[in-house]
């Protein structure tokens, strides 16, 4: 703001001494907030100089920043067994980093991204919200996932039960069929054993 000249109204002096108290005052709480070899390198530029300076400093980093997250946000795949839950507030962290770096992404967009880092396991679920052609938000998505892992983890379990149960189904059958062939082993070792005790060993 320019100094006012000499033939200044009073309100004219009166905002410039506001605005060079609250120029002040800004300059001060940032300052507070820097380590203190920044704030050796600030102490003498007012507050619009500051924020101009850092953002010039800090610009290049977040550029690094930015790359980072997109690349961590597109490469995201959920590993099989593990939380729906965790994987998606994690890339809902990084679309919100993003947001904050003054990159916004389309809600569809993100959708589509966190759907396709799912594992195997939710593709039946993937295929129906596509054909239903869903509109939600990112939180709708995550209870949407949450219900559908837990009917994946019922569906696995009622398998396992099943799979059990053929399992010792089987070896039970097994186990009937080798008691059955025991005793007519027992009646063949017993007709050769009778014949040998009547042979004589001499006479052949």
Known sequence: ???????????????????????????????????????????????????????????????????????????????????????VLKMIEWI???????????????????????????????MNFNMSKFEVTLPELLNMLREAESAIKKEKLVLYIGETKKKRKASKTLKKGKEKEIPGKAKVAKKYLAKDKGQCFYCG
């Open 1 to 87: 703001m320019p100094t006012p000249g000499e033939g200044a109204s009073k309100d004219e002096i009166a905002c410039y001494v506001k605005y060079i108290d609250d120029s002040t005052l800004a300059k001060c709480y940032i300052l507070v907030s820097m380590t203190l070899e920044l704030q050796r390198q600030h102490e003498s530029m007012d507050a619009d100089s500051i924020l101009l300076h850092l953002r010039q400093l800090f610009e290049k980093h977040g550029i690094t920043q930015r790359y980072e997250i997109y690349k961590k946000f597109f490469q995201a795949r959920m590993t099989e067994g593990t939380s729906v839950e965790n994987h």
């Open 96 to 126: 919100e980093k993003l947001t904050g770096l003054g990159i916004v992404l389309e809600d569809n967009l993100c959708v589509d991204l966190i759907l396709q880092s799912l594992p195997d396991s939710f593709s039946h679920f993937i």
